[in-house]
């Protein structure tokens, strides 16, 4: 009879932890921060209550955690598409977060109920770490002509109007006039004004 190979503790406490998070994220979607409770989250992921709490401190940490990792997906796949396409990086990374925004839930998490439940200086934080910095660096690539506050300002600006852009499109909206909206916004800052 062969032994079954078990699996180190860390790499269990690594599935456990990633499990809570989409089954989280799944609840949040569906039914909002507010409407989730913790005994649903640990019975969709099968665990116990002690388990979600050895991970998280609270429903609000594990809330942070799924929007953490939804801003990390979400910079990875705005990197990845302005690298695939052989455009400028600032129309690409656009395409690319239109792109990566339609996922189910995301413009919900990232910008309706992060901001709600988080706060808004603590979302800038999670956010400036992921889409907003890579917005930041296509901005210096495209402009290395602007000094460092006004390319924060302007990353500021244009983030919020990717925000709402990708809120209205999760929404219903047809996405195309926004894309070609965004673009033309950026086709406008790519040559320095003078």
Not at 71 to 95: K, M, N, Y
Not at 136 to 151: H, I, T
């Amino acid at each position: 009879m062969q032994k079954k190979k078990s699996i180190p503790n860390a790499d269990r406490r690594a599935m456990m932890r990633a499990r809570l998070i989409a089954e989280a994220r799944n609840l949040f979607v569906e039914k909002g921060y507010a409407e989730t409770s913790t005994p649903e989250i640990v019975r969709a992921a099968e665990v116990t209550r002690g388990a979600l709490y050895h991970h998280f401190a609270d429903k609000a940490d594990l809330f942070r955690a799924v929007v953490q990792q939804e801003a990390a997906t979400l910079a990875a796949e705005i990197d990845q598409g302005a690298v695939a396409d052989s455009g400028d990086p600032l129309t690409s990374g656009s395409r690319a977060f239109f792109a990566s925004m339609a996922k189910e839930g995301r413009a919900r998490l990232l910008l309706i109920e992060g901001p709600a439940v988080l706060g808004l200086a603590e979302m800038a934080e999670i956010d400036a770490g992921g889409g907003r910095q890579s917005l930041m660096l296509g901005l210096q690539q495209a402009r290395p002509d602007l000094a460092e506050a006004e390319l924060q300002a302007l990353s500021d600006v244009l983030s919020a109007a990717f925000d709402r852009a990708a809120l209205a499109v999760s929404q219903g909206q047809s996405e195309s006039p926004y894309l070609a909206a965004m673009e033309q916004v950026m086709a406008s800052l790519m040559a320095p004004s003078g």
